[in-house]
């Protein structure tokens, strides 16, 4: 009976205990549920903020490269297409920001200029063999345009080339705010040109001015504006660029600007069939859009949270029978202790089965006595294969908890260490152990719960190379100052630049100094007055506000009291949910370029002052024929005044038609030549054209501009030749009248000449006769008298053939002809028949020819008249008792005649006129020496037709030298 009651109360504590288990686990797994459903509804936001932000990022990556190219292309100008090709080659932008389709620029284009820029865009285009179409802006008009005129790649767009941005309603309304605003600007979603599907685009234009700087006004703005640089992409793959196999579960809209009120949605990336998962909803602005991010957020909450309170209901629940029949059993007997003993083990093994983390035991000596299922995971060895084997298998030197000894029966000092291990495939692990050790009748163990770090140590070293990379630029940048700070505005980073510009020392500004404090303090007063903020402290904040960099010219104050100036780029600094945690500044030093700023402005003026003070016209053209500058000279030659013809096309205005009063097209004038081809042109035969109407004539020189190697434009200078071209007729007028006077003197000559050839043969003729005694005897005193008036004759007759000669040589008629001569026997021949003649005056005469001087192919009666010349010459011009020398040697493929003489010479100063007709040598008239002229200009033609040259050396009262050269076998002028 007391067994009984006993039994009764054993089994009612076991009942009650049970019960109040399981009501206590209930509330715990409701509670427990409540919190994972929170953790799901916040890691669901998490996940679509980063959404929101990787989209955010992928564009600020495309914006940052697009400036890179708007900055190459203000500092070196419209580029060829060739060399933009080359730059964007070199810039590998699609590889380098998946999503992009092409990356192109467009120029703006006023209305008056579209026809001459199509046509030096399609020459470009055409010379770049780039694969780039034909070249027109479409569609047509006559306004104002934006045509795309770069693109990269070529391929598959070549529908966008020519497009003009400004035809189409969101693609006008972008590129006009990127303008006038000077940031960049997203279009509202579009179709690309060269889309064939359904996708939606759109495009990010970035301004281009010809302004180093962003002009500070939206008029500057405007008036520097010369195109845009722009990125077309597919918003498709602009989210798969960004979020990669997650692209699927999200849905985008565009809801309008950022500046207005928000609109429909309006589609612009919604895939064909969306994962499934909760639906969440972000807002991103950005480049004056606003964007609904909608993402199928699939919160990955981790075993503990997912399956937490079923697991806590069961586990309570399995705890209260456990609970219950562990006091049932404290009241039982010894054998039924052994049987919830054998239990509780159990339920511990299973208990370590089921961790995620990885947990094993071994024993003191480093044997493995319990290796659960997450141990198998992470090593990749099941329990079979690694019980009872050391543990240095997967862990090198085991567990620390064990190498102290075997007596170490506490826990380890430090329980939670970092070990390296290695997995069943040979990858190296890293893991973090939490190890503790107990005593069992066995014997030491050591029980350690391992968890795999490797990617966590991957990351804090990708962290720790990117600091240390950031802390090298931060040191190698030390022509900029970079400065950072923090929301108060307290300065967190100070760089050697900064230290160099300010001569503040980075311990003395870090953490102690506001960044307000390195500027002007009267700047930044009239800053805040034109921001319309209340202190020096608001100013950046509101400059960024719209998430934007700011540019601008600032002064800073250095520690010496000097004043500098520089060009400042502030940045924000966010956090993953957009708060401003700091700024970040780089800046740049302004004096040297406020220096040669000055000195430009300096040189423009003074080339402004030399330029008017030019006797000639002188104006400037830029790549469109524009006239750039103008000089008073030019404007009033053409009647016009320096402001009116500023900012013209000066064909259109100055050269719109020829001479004759045709048309003048502009691709045929030498000035536009000038500016395609970089070509220096001078031309003295058109006209310019007054503003009355009335032809200029003018000489002019069309020059290239260039800077840094690409023409921008071309100067042009003229003179008004209206008198010089009246001279020039009167000249030609008067030279037609002397060649007419010419030829009766040539015809006059010629007959003459001919007249007196006949009747001078006959008196030498006689005359010879009578020296000959044919005629009878005469007296000593007749003979006399007769060998005068022979030698006259004679004289007369050569006179009179040199006259045929020239009349010949003047009328285009002389000819030689092309016989084989061999100038040994023609050499030696000329000798003999001058031998008399120097023998008469005591001079020795010498031939100094080898037997195999050569043969030419020539005239020989013409080549002997030019050897007679030379040496008759040299006897005449040469004293009694003097010498002269002829010799001919052989030199390579020519042959090379000399005849010397140790006569009068010739004065240095009258060598030049040697070989003019008609010229005598001033010492040969005051010797009284006869002569007319006209011998060594006919020997030099000879010579010349015979494929030779002739030259003298002369030296006054020493003797003279002709050099003779003709080629061996040469063909001869005919």
């Not at 040297?592 to 330029?611: C, D, I, P, W």
Request: charged share 20%; glycine share 8%; aromatic share 6%.
């Amino acid at each position: 009976m007391r067994e009984g009651r006993a039994g009764i109360v054993r089994w009612g504590a076991a009942v009650i205990t049970t019960a109040t288990v399981i009501a206590v686990a209930a509330v715990a797994s409701l509670f427990a549920a409540h919190v994972s459903d929170r953790t799901r509804d916040r890691e669901a936001k998490a996940q679509t903020v980063a959404a929101a932000t990787r989209l955010e990022r992928q564009v600020d990556h495309y914006v940052e490269a697009l400036r890179g190219v708007a900055a190459w292309l203000r500092t070196e100008g419209w580029p060829s297409r060739a060399e933009y090709q080359r730059y964007a080659d070199a810039l590998a932008v699609r590889p380098r920001y998946p999503g992009i389709q092409v990356v192109g620029a467009a120029q703006f284009v006023d209305g008056s200029a579209r026809a001459v820029f199509s046509r030096r865009t399609a020459t470009d285009l055409a010379a770049a063999r780039q694969g780039y179409p034909a070249f027109r802006i479409r569609p047509s008009g006559t306004g104002v345009a934006l045509p795309i005129t770069y693109v990269d790649p070529v391929g598959g767009n070549e529908a966008a080339v020519g497009f003009d941005l400004l035809s189409e309603p969101r693609r006008r309304s972008a590129a006009l705010a990127a303008r006038d605003l000077g940031v960049p600007r997203l279009t509202a979603p579009t179709k690309l040109v060269q889309e064939t599907g359904r996708q939606h685009g759109a495009l990010v234009m970035v301004p281009v001015y010809r302004t180093t700087t962003t002009p500070a006004t939206a008029a500057a703005r405007r008036e520097a504006f010369t195109g845009v640089v722009y990125a077309a992409f597919r918003m498709g793959d602009l989210a798969e660029g960004a979020l990669g196999a997650d692209a699927d579960r999200l849905q985008l809209d565009d809801i309008g600007a950022t500046a207005a009120p928000a609109t429909s949605p309006d589609a612009l990336y919604a895939p064909a069939a969306a994962a499934g998962g909760t639906p969440e909803r972000a807002e991103l602005s950005m480049q004056g859009r606003r964007w609904l991010v909608r993402f199928a957020a699939a919160p990955n909450l981790g075993p503990l949270t997912q399956y937490g309170p079923l697991a806590l209901a069961i586990g309570g629940a399995a705890v209260a029978v456990l609970a219950g029949a562990l006091l049932l059993a404290l009241t039982s007997a010894r054998t039924r202790a052994r049987v919830l003993a054998v239990s509780m083990t159990a339920e511990l093994h299973s208990v370590t089965d089921t961790a995620t983390d990885a947990i094993v035991t071994v024993d003191h000596t480093g044997s493995v006595t319990a290796w659960n299922r997450g141990a198998a995971r992470l090593f990749g060895v099941e329990p079979a294969g690694i019980l009872g084997a050391p543990v240095d298998r997967v862990i090198p030197g085991g567990l620390p908890a064990l190498t102290d000894g075997p007596e170490a029966a506490s826990p380890h000092p430090d329980p939670t260490i970092e070990l390296d291990a290695t997995s069943a495939d040979g990858s190296e692990l890293h893991l973090e152990a939490s190890v503790s050790t107990w005593k069992s009748p066995r014997g030491l163990f050591a029980t350690a719960i391992l968890r795999d770090v490797t990617e966590r140590r991957r990351a804090e070293a990708e962290i720790r190379r990117t600091n240390d990379l950031l802390e090298g630029v931060l040191r190698g940048a030390t022509e900029c100052a970079i400065i950072g700070c923090d929301a108060t505005g307290q300065i967190t980073v100070f760089n050697e630049g900064a230290h160099r510009m300010l001569g503040y020392r980075a311990e003395e500004v870090i953490g102690t100094s506001v960044l307000d404090a390195l500027h002007d303090p009267a700047e930044m007063a009239a800053v805040a007055h034109e921001l319309g903020v209340e202190s020096a402290a608001d100013i950046f904040p509101v400059l960024l506000r719209d998430g934007l960099p700011s540019t601008r010219e600032w002064t800073f104050v250095r520690s010496d009291g000097y004043k500098l100036p520089v060009l400042l780029t502030v940045t924000s600094l966010r956090n993953v949910d957009g708060t401003v945690e700091g700024h970040i500044g780089i800046a740049f030093d302004l004096t040297e370029a406020h220096r040669l700023e000055r000195e430009r402005a300096r040189l423009a003026n003074r080339f402004e002052q030399l330029v008017d003070c030019s006797g000639e016209g002188i104006y400037g053209l830029d790549q469109d024929d524009r006239i750039t500058f103008v000089n008073r000279q030019a404007a009033r030659s053409l009647g016009w005044d320096v402001e009116e013809l500023l900012g013209r096309v000066a064909h259109e205005v100055l050269h719109h038609h020829l001479p004759d009063g045709s048309p003048y097209p502009a691709e045929d004038c030498p000035i536009a030549r000038t500016i395609a081809g970089g070509s220096t042109n001078r031309v003295d035969s058109e006209v310019f054209w007054r503003r009355d109407g009335t032809p200029l004539a003018v000489e002019y020189v069309a020059a290239p501009l260039r800077r840094d190697g690409q023409i921008e434009g071309a100067v042009v200078t003229f003179a008004d030749i209206t008198d010089r071209k009246r001279t020039e007729q009167a000249l030609k007028d008067a030279v037609a009248g002397l060649r007419e006077i010419d030829q009766v003197r040539t015809d006059l000559v010629s007959t003459v000449s001919h007249e007196l050839r006949t009747p001078l043969t006959s008196i030498s003729g006689y005359l010879e006769l009578l020296l000959d005694g044919d005629v009878g005897p005469i007296t000593p005193a007749q003979a006399q008298m007769v060998q005068v008036a022979h030698r006259s004759s004679q004289r007369l007759l050569l006179l009179v053939e040199d006259l045929l000669t020239l009349s010949r040589i003047d009328a285009g008629v002389f000819r030689v002809r092309q016989d084989e001569v061999d100038l040994t026997p023609l050499l030696d021949a000329a000798v003999g028949a001058i031998r008399p003649l120097a023998l008469s005056k005591n001079i020795t005469l010498t031939c100094d020819v080898p037997a195999d001087v050569g043969v030419v192919r020539g005239d020989a009666a013409h080549l002997d008249r030019a050897l007679l010349n030379l040496l008759s010459n040299a006897v005449k011009f040469t004293p009694g008792g003097g010498a002269v020398t002829l010799a001919g040697r052989r030199v390579g493929d020519e042959v090379v005649i000399t005849v010397a003489d140790t006569g009068i010479g010739i004065p240095a100063d009258e060598q030049s006129r040697l070989f003019d007709r008609f010229f005598r040598s001033s010492n040969a008239m005051d010797e009284a020496i006869q002569g007319t002229g006209l011998g060594l200009s006919i020997v030099r033609t000879i010579v010349e037709h015979h494929g030779g040259r002739i030259g003298a050396e002369s030296e006054l009262g020493t003797g003279t030298t002709f050099t003779l050269t003709l080629p061996v076998h040469a063909a001869v002028r005919v």
